[in-house]
Each structure stands twice: as structure tokens, then as C-alpha cells.
């Protein structure tokens, strides 16, 4: 774990290097010299987000971190009212970056005006899946997921190293999703509780196989007649199998929800996007499945997901809350989302 100024003076000198074939000089002795064709890769995506925040933002406030070896940026603000009451990480949603103008960046500039310092995260730029293309969608959030969670422990790290242990996540759309899917896989890492925007993800995940599962099928299928010379030898196979490398299909939010034992606040707009909206129900009733099978009536009026051991004190909350007139990026509606957000974490997220 680190922390240094991205050197963005060579950044900006590699964007701006071509990027179309390079030939050989003319009237070079083609013979002796063969003409160049290899073609210098363009910037990835993620690299041109980098450049955007290195050029808009204080330089103060961008950081270089570390996940497992592979540096990538974050903007750090500090608290501005004179105490500080903790630390939020901020996860955007899926084609957004690290202060993108929906959700994360009025939340990463106003909470610090009440208390609490921000660190947003610039996430794996996902890739775009053809539409209805329901597996390719799948494996590119699975992809996402894996790559978001040592990002999260390298922002806890971070936080940890300044001093400060009284940490939630805050997640928006997909960056919700990854803050769940970290607190299922890690619930003792250093997270006190989590603020889901909007979360959206794979209601119900298709009935995907592994690539393993897939060619062990085909192989075991016994031959047509005349087919036993095309079979490929059994060390073949298992040389392509090893070219892709395994993969679990996504879990919905539901899911997620259901497994994780920190206060969540699940807000979403009452304009949102339809797999929010559709969700609704299923993750409120897999909080409530959490708790071991609260009614309804009991549910609505304790909102608890579960007490760990018999510590009533230490009793696990769970609020769903939907903004009125709100959509998916809460336009018009980011000061009261902020507002919403503070007070929830003063009350539910625990001292350290």
C-alpha cells in the first residue's frame, strides 16, 4: 500500500503519442531494413479517465493506490467542519468515474462539509455487452466484482493508515453491487456499514456453466459412429480448458444482502431504473429472511436484519428508502440524497 501523485507529465506524453502504423523512413534500404508495422496500443479507457482526473482535480486530492500489485487512482478530501465523525469510500456506477456528477460527486464534495472525509475510487472501466446478451453481461459484472474487491481493502488500508477507523462504503448502481458483494466476502474487514444507491445487478443470474463444466459435458458425450478419430485427446482437452480461466456467475443483490451482518442503507429513486425498482421487494424480504423470518408487521416496525449472539446493543439494522420524484442519478435531488446519507451514518455506523 502506497500513496504518491500520479506522474502525470509521462501520462500525458503517452496519450499523446500516435497511434496509427508506423512505416519505415522513406528511401531506406527496404532489403536491410523491413518496413514497421506494429501499431503502439492505444490508451485503455480507464488510462483516458486517469488523464481526466490528474488534469480537473487539485492534484492534493488524487492518489495512486495499490491493489496486489496494480496501481490505480482514487480522490482523497478531507473533512472540513473541524471533527471528523469518519470516512466514506465511494463506488461508481458502471460507465461513471470518480466524481461523476450523479450521486458520487455531491457526495464526495458536501459530506465533507459535514464531518466526514471521502475517498472515491476509480473502478475497472467494465466492458459493453450486446444487448440481451445475457452471459456476456454476466461475466463482465463477475469480472468487474473480482477486480473491485482488493480496490475496497486497498481504500480501507489507506483510510486505516491516516487514522481513521470509523469506515462505510457508499456504492451507486454496479458500485453498489461491488460494495455488497465485498461486504458478503469480507464481513470483518474493516467496515462498519454500506449505503447502496440505486443498487442494480443480476436480478435472477442465468443458469451459466463454468467453461470447465461446459467442456467436461461436451467430452462425456459418447461418439457418433465414425466421430472417434475427431475426438480430441484427453490432454488436448485439458490444454483448453486451462486457456480460460473459471468464472461464477454474479449473485443478485437479494443474495448479497441476505449474507451480509453491517447496517445498510438501501435508497433508490422512485423514478429509478427498472431492475432497481423490480428488486425492490427481494432485497427487503431477504434482509427480513436474514433475521430468521421476522412477520411483516414486526419487520416494517423494527427494520432489523439480525442480532448477533445476544447483544441487543449490537443490534444489525437494515432501512430501504425511496426518494420521492428521484431517478437513477438523483438529478435535483442530490442535496436531499446527501442530507439522507449523513444522517443515517451518524445513526447507524458504529464508533470504533
Known amino acids: 500500500m502506497y500513496q504518491t501523485r500520479y506522474p502525470w507529465p509521462l501520462l500525458a506524453l503517452l496519450l499523446a503519442l500516435p497511434t496509427g502504423p508506423i512505416w519505415a523512413e522513406e528511401g531506406a534500404d527496404s532489403e536491410d531494413t523491413p ?26 486530492e488524487v492518489l495512486e493506490l495499490d491493489a496486489n500489485g496494480e496501481p490505480f487512482p482514487a480522490l482523497f478530501r478531507a473533512e472540513e467542519r473541524g471533527t471528523l465523525l469518519g470516512a466514506v469510500i465511494l463506488l461508481h456506477d458502471a460507465g461513471a468515474h470518480a466524481d461523476w456528477p450523479g450521486v458520487i460527486g455531491p457526495l464526495r464534495r458536501q459530506l465533507p462539509t459535514l464531518g466526514w472525509a471521502t475517498l472515491s475510487l476509480q473502478l475497472p472501466v467494465a466492458p459493453i455487452a450486446k444487448a440481451g446478451d445475457l452471459e456476456a453481461d454476466a461475466r463482465a459484472t463477475a469480472r468487474l466484482l ?52 440505486g443498487i442494480s445487478g443480476v436480478s435472477s443470474p442465468p443458469p451459466l456453466l463454468s467453461p470447465q463444466a461446459v467442456r467436461a459435458t461436451e467430452t462425456e458425450e459418447p461418439p457418433a459412429e465414425g466421430d472417434a478419430a475427431e475426438k480430441p485427446a484427453p490432454a488436448e482437452v485439458e490444454a483448453a480448458v486451462e486457456e480460460e480461466a473459471p468464472w461464477e456467475p454474479p449473485r443478485s443483490p437479494a443474495t448479497l444482502i441476505g449474507l451480509i451482518s453491517v447496517p445498510l442503507l438501501d435508497i433508490y429513486g422512485q423514478r429509478d431504473l427498472p431492475q432497481v425498482l423490480s428488486g425492490a421487494r427481494r432485497r427487503a424480504a431477504a434482509a427480513r429472511g436474514a433475521e430468521g423470518g421476522l412477520s411483516s408487521d414486526q419487520y416494517l416496525s423494527t427494520q432489523r436484519v439480525r442480532t448477533p449472539g445476544n447483544d441487543n446493543s449490537r443490534r444489525i439494522t437494515y432501512r430501504q428508502f425511496a426518494m420521492p420524484g428521484a431517478d437513477h442519478p438523483f438529478s435535483a435531488h442530490s442535496e436531499a440524497l446527501v442530507r439522507r446519507v449523513h444522517g443515517w451514518l451518524k445513526r447507524h455506523l458504529p464508533a470504533r
Open 146 to 197: 473480482e477486480a473491485a474487491r482488493p480496490r475496497i481493502a486497498a481504500a480501507v488500508a489507506e483510510l486505516n493508515a491516516r487514522g481513521i477507523q470509523r469506515i462505510a462504503l457508499i456504492g451507486h448502481g454496479s458500485g453498489a453491487l461491488a460494495a455488497a458483494d465485498y461486504l458478503a466476502e469480507n464481513l470483518a474487514a474493516g467496515v462498519g456499514g454500506a449505503v447502496l444507491v
Open 35 to 60: 518496413a514497421v508495422e506494429e501499431r503502439i496500443a492505444a490508451p485503455s479507457p480507464e488510462a483516458l479517465r486517469l488523464g481526466d482526473l490528474g488534469r480537473l482535480h487539485d492534484p492534493g
